[in-house]
């Protein structure tokens, strides 16, 4: 993982302008036109592995500090769920994990290495789970976000992803109090989204 360019903290974003390296606090969003056609270096994405279980871990560690995620009520170890990572000549640099839930898949995590991301890897990721979903016969995917997570929450919303319920407070109760997160904004709420098949 590498370091954010402002500070010691590792970085979880990288900025599509400069190409800096940014941890949560140093990331800010701003209005940008479309990002140019250029050809993207390939990746491939496939279903996890047993011994990738602990690249998903260590992902999960890098952008979380846990590999035990909350989702809809229920706890996940995400190193232990079927997964999806995408690999660059065979290195892991990002993780899609999931859970069936009844008529639903739920994506549990979804993380990009930062100089991976603005590549199409996290799209490429949301695609595979699709595909499987759709090929178990299941009727729609269900995932969750943050209130700061805007990153997150405009893939999502792109993607076709609609907001179902905002969790007042969730995160606050989870970690013991408010935590800063992307661009300083407090994170307090769980955003919680789906997409129907």
């Known amino acids: 993982m590498n370091l954010c360019d402002y500070c010691d903290t590792d970085a979880l974003y990288r900025s599509h302008e400069s ?3 940014l941890c949560s606090i140093h990331a800010r969003m701003e209005v940008n036109g479309p990002r140019s056609d250029a050809p993207r270096p390939p990746v491939t994405i496939r279903p996890a592995a047993p011994d990738d ?3 998903i871990a260590s ?3 890098a952008f979380w500090g846990e590999v035990l995620v909350e989702s ?3 706890r996940y170890q995400v190193d232990a769920l079927p997964a999806f990572v995408a690999c660059d000549e065979g290195e892991i640099v ?3 994990s999931y ?3 009844g008529e639903a898949t739920d994506l549990v995590m979804l993380n990009v290495l930062p100089q991976w991301q603005g590549r199409g890897v996290a799209h490429g990721l949301i695609t595979a789970v699709v595909k499987m979903t759709r090929a178990e016969g ?3 995917i269900i995932t969750t976000s943050t209130n700061d997570n805007l990153p997150a929450l405009t893939l999502y919303q792109r993607f076709g992803f609609t907001i179902t319920d905002v969790l007042v407070g969730k995160m606050v109760e989870h970690h013991g109090g408010v935590e800063a997160g992307f661009a300083d904004i407090p994170v307090r709420d769980e955003i919680q989204m789906e997409l129907r098949l």
């Open 99 to 101: 859970a069936r839930e």
């Open 53 to 55: 279980q602990i690249h």
């Open 138 to 140: 299941a009727d729609r």
């Open 94 to 96: 990002g993780a899609a």
């Open 19 to 21: 190409g800096d390296y």
């Open 72 to 74: 809809f009520g229920r």
């Open 59 to 61: 992902l999960a560690d």
